[in-house]
């Protein structure tokens, strides 16, 4: 058998060469990395769950005519992908005030913002991924102005929508992070949503309880990590069993 060609390795994710020109495998992981790779885990059935959950997300998002790379989950840790050239940039959108907003401005975390907020962040690992305005991005010339743009207008969909979806589940979606690319077709360039929106991107709240469902049970040393995750895919309809057994049970690759 022959061995795939990995083309990139990132602390969540692999990218192997795909079945045919422009596309790519994405595997999931099982590892947690929080605060830059300060703090690391492997959590047995993190990457099964965030595959069935970003596979889920994504496949709804292409429902409403929201372009994203996602094309078919192929296994229990994989997922086929059109090729993108990623955007260097996260995008977080955020509807309450918790993490990084909270400690930066001194909001209390759990208030409500008068309205959602959208944040730049440079992917740049080596320092930390900084905070950045669409002045520093398009004089880097990271995006255009027509791909912040769309990178907007885009985000701000995915949130109402999200947000909506997340709701019908007894959840608050607090905050998240997105990741675009541009996927080249013969002359055109489209801005397509990449990577993936799970439970390691977002934040989630229970809506009656409050209780965390999210990587920040992880970054917090919280405990019941995949079991949260499990619970976001159970009341997401994508898993049956309350603790995910079904997943968490199968150890595959
Ligand atoms: N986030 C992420 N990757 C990052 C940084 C943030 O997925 O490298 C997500 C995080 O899970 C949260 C949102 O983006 O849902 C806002 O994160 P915040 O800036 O508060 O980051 P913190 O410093 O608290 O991780």
Redesign the pocket.
């Known amino acids: 058998m022959a061995k795939r060609r990995k083309i990139y390795e990132g602390k969540a994710k692999i990218l192997y060469e795909g079945p045919e020109p422009g596309t790519l495998i994405q595997y999931f992981k099982d590892d947690a990395t929080?605060f830059n790779n300060e703090k690391r885990a492997v959590l047995d059935g993190k990457g099964v769950l965030n595959n069935r959950i970003s596979e889920f997300v994504m496949t709804q998002l292409n429902g409403i005519g929201l372009p994203t790379h996602f094309l078919k989950r192929l296994n229990m840790r994989e997922q086929l992908i059109r090729e993108v050239e990623i955007i260097p940039l996260?995008v977080?959108c955020?509807n309450i005030a918790?993490?990084?907003?909270s400690k930066k401005l001194g909001i209390e975390e759990g208030t409500v913002l008068p309205r959602s907020i959208i944040?730049f962040?440079y992917k740049k690992d080596e320092l930390g991924?900084p905070m950045v305005t669409e002045e520093h991005i398009t004089a880097f010339n990271w995006a255009t102005h027509q791909e912040i743009d769309d990178i907007i207008a885009m985000t701000l969909r995915i949130n109402d929508f999200l947000t909506g979806l997340f709701a019908g589940a007894r959840i608050k979606l607090?905050?998240?992070?997105v990741e675009y690319g541009r996927l080249y077709e013969g002359e055109m360039v489209r801005t397509v949503l990449a990577d993936e929106i799970s439970p390691?991107?977002?934040?989630l709240w229970d809506m009656d309880t409050g209780e965390k469902m999210?990587?920040d049970r992880f970054?917090r040393d919280m405990g019941g990590v995949t079991e949260a995750y499990a619970e976001v895919a159970r009341r997401l309809g994508i898993i049956k069993e309350a603790g995910g057994a079904e997943i968490l049970s199968f150890n595959g690759k």
């Open positions: 929080a996260e977080i955020r918790a993490g990084s907003l944040e962040c991924d607090v905050d998240f992070k390691d991107s977002c934040r999210d990587k970054r």
